[in-house]
C-alpha cells in the first residue's frame, strides 16, 4: 500500500508562510487520486482543509482556508504540497496529508472516514 510522509511543519508568527509536503511512495495511482490535507488541534475534532484531484489539476478548499492556502503539486504527482500563507493563530494544529482512490463530493470539506491512507503528522504553530 501507498506509504505518505509530511514534512515542513513548524513555528512562525501571524502572518507568516510555509510550505508543507507530503510524499507518496508512488505516484499516479488510484490510491492517490484523492488526496486532501487534514489537521486537528488538541480538544477538536479533525477537519478537512483542502483536497485534490483530477492529477491534482482540481481542488477544493475550506473557507476558513481560501485564498490563504494553495496545494501544489510536482510533475510527478509523488508529492503534494501546501503553500500556507498569511497564517493565523487559529491554523495552529498538527497537519495531516491523506490519500483515497475514490471520494463521492470532493467539493465538499474533507471527510476523514472517507480516507485510506495517511501521513504521520507534521505539527504547526503560529503564534499570536
Known amino acids: 500500500q501507498v506509504q505518505l510522509v509530511e514534512r515542513g511543519g513548524g513555528s512562525v508568527q501571524a502572518g507568516g508562510s510555509l510550505i508543507l509536503s507530503c510524499s507518496a511512495s508512488?505516484?499516479?495511482?488510484?490510491?492517490?487520486?484523492?488526496m486532501a490535507w487534514f489537521r486537528q488541534a488538541p480538544g477538536k475534532e479533525r477537519e478537512g482543509v483542502a483536497v485534490?484531484?483530477?492529477?491534482?489539476?482540481?481542488?477544493y478548499y475550506v473557507d476558513s482556508v481560501k485564498g490563504r492556502f494553495t496545494i501544489v503539486r510536482d510533475i510527478a504527482k509523488t508529492t503534494i504540497y501546501l503553500q500556507m500563507d498569511a497564517l493565523k493563530p487559529e491554523d495552529t494544529a498538527m497537519y495531516y496529508c491523506?490519500?483515497?482512490?475514490?471520494?463521492?463530493?470532493?467539493?465538499?470539506?474533507?471527510?476523514?472516514?472517507?480516507?485510506?491512507?495517511w501521513g504521520q503528522g507534521t505539527q504547526v504553530t503560529v503564534s499570536a
Open positions: 491523506a490519500a483515497a482512490p475514490a471520494i463521492r463530493r470532493p467539493w465538499l470539506p474533507p471527510i476523514p472516514t472517507e480516507y485510506i491512507v
Open positions: 508512488t505516484g499516479n495511482t488510484e490510491s492517490t487520486n484523492y
Open positions: 485534490s484531484w483530477n492529477g491534482r489539476t482540481s481542488t
